[in-house]
């Protein structure tokens, strides 16, 4: 019988629909208990992760068997590919499943940042009214979000941008200006530059790679419109933390929300603790239930259909 090893966790549903013919060690604890997911590796043949198991070379040369992983998500980058591709093990995420729940954070975090209205409960209720102070907040109408990367969760971030009257700008090296989706969608192609200095909320959506890494440096952000706001959900290590940090203490951006970070989880006394007008989230924007469910019986499908075609 074939056995199947998830890390993390994962919706009941799409775990018991993968009961039925296979050996199943459901641990989601195992990510904080590598030794644990090392021991049971050697006879397994899936492995179903999220984005805190580290599938590297060692996990890798410890699964013999192994010959499919499914990521219970989009990002690719605690996962060996090169290393999955050489071995012939099939990886597998979440296209798409969990867009909507990044849209919606996206969006909504965006339109809460620009109006700076919600922090304010422990002071009226202990009698404070700071009413002038936040009636400065901002509205979205009219507004730009400016979008890195527009692929399928920027392009459902823009709809929804759009359908709160605000203006999208987007900057996506692999889209050529004149292709047809700029049209479709009635957002602007610009130049990452070009982006930044017009925009009033900017939300990241690239992967992390080597030409991404801290892709917003001190220099870019310090391009940024003054004022603006920045999102990121994408991956951590396209911000440079300290730079941001400072660019929020110094008054030069008007906030930010944070939901990935270069270490997760987040270590305490980090550069980005006690900054003002900061949000942080811990790497859920596109986990919600709906979401999960999605994402986890999609993955859950793929994973058994790939194991019963195996000869």
Same mark, same amino acid.
């Given at each position: ?73 989009? /990002?690719?980058?605690?996962?060996? @590919?090169?290393?999955?591709?050489? =071995? %012939?093990?099939? *990886?597998?995420? &979440? #296209?798409? $499943? ?124 310090? /391009?940024?419109?003054?004022?603006? @706001?920045?999102?990121?959900?994408? =991956? %951590?290590?396209? *911000?440079?933390? &300290? #730079?941001? $940090? ?66």
């Amino acid at each position: 019988m074939k056995r199947i090893c998830i890390s993390e966790f994962m919706d009941d549903a799409a775990v018991q629909a993968l009961r039925a013919g296979f050996d199943l060690r459901y641990e989601p604890g195992w990510v904080d208990r590598r030794a644990e997911l090392l021991d049971a590796l050697p006879g397994a043949q899936a492995l179903i992760v999220r984005n805190r198991t580290q599938v590297d070379a060692a996990l890798l040369a410890g699964a013999p068997s192994l010959r499919v992983v499914g990521r219970l998500g989009v /990002g690719l980058d605690n996962i060996d @590919v090169d290393a999955c591709r050489e =071995r %012939g093990i099939r *990886v597998i995420p &979440a #296209a798409g $499943a969990n867009a909507r729940s990044v849209a919606e954070y996206v969006v909504t975090t965006a339109a809460l940042l620009l109006r700076g209205a919600y922090g304010s409960s422990a002071q009226v209720a202990a009698g404070q009214w700071p009413r002038a102070r936040l009636s400065e907040g901002r509205e979205a109408l009219g507004k730009t979000l400016g979008l890195v990367g527009f692929g399928d969760i920027g392009r459902q971030a823009a709809a929804l941008a759009q359908a709160f009257g605000m203006q999208v700008a987007a900057f996506d090296p692999m889209l050529a200006a004149d292709d047809p989706v700029w049209a479709r969608t009635g957002v602007r192609s610009v130049a990452l530059d070009t982006l930044l200095a017009q925009a009033d909320a900017v939300s990241l959506h690239v992967p992390l790679v080597p030409a991404t890494r801290h892709l917003l440096d001190a220099q870019r952000i310090a /391009g940024m419109k003054r004022g603006a @706001v920045l999102i990121n959900t994408a =991956r %951590g290590g396209v *911000v440079d933390e &300290a #730079a941001l $940090a400072q660019a929020l203490r110094d008054g030069h951006l008007g906030g930010a929300a944070l939901d990935v970070f270069e270490r997760e989880p987040l270590p305490a006394g980090s550069v980005l603790a006690d900054v003002p007008n900061l949000i942080l989230t811990p790497h859920i924007g596109g986990v919600t239930q709906e979401a999960n469910a999605r994402v986890s019986m999609m993955i859950a499908q793929q994973v058994r259909q790939t194991l019963e075609d195996m000869t």
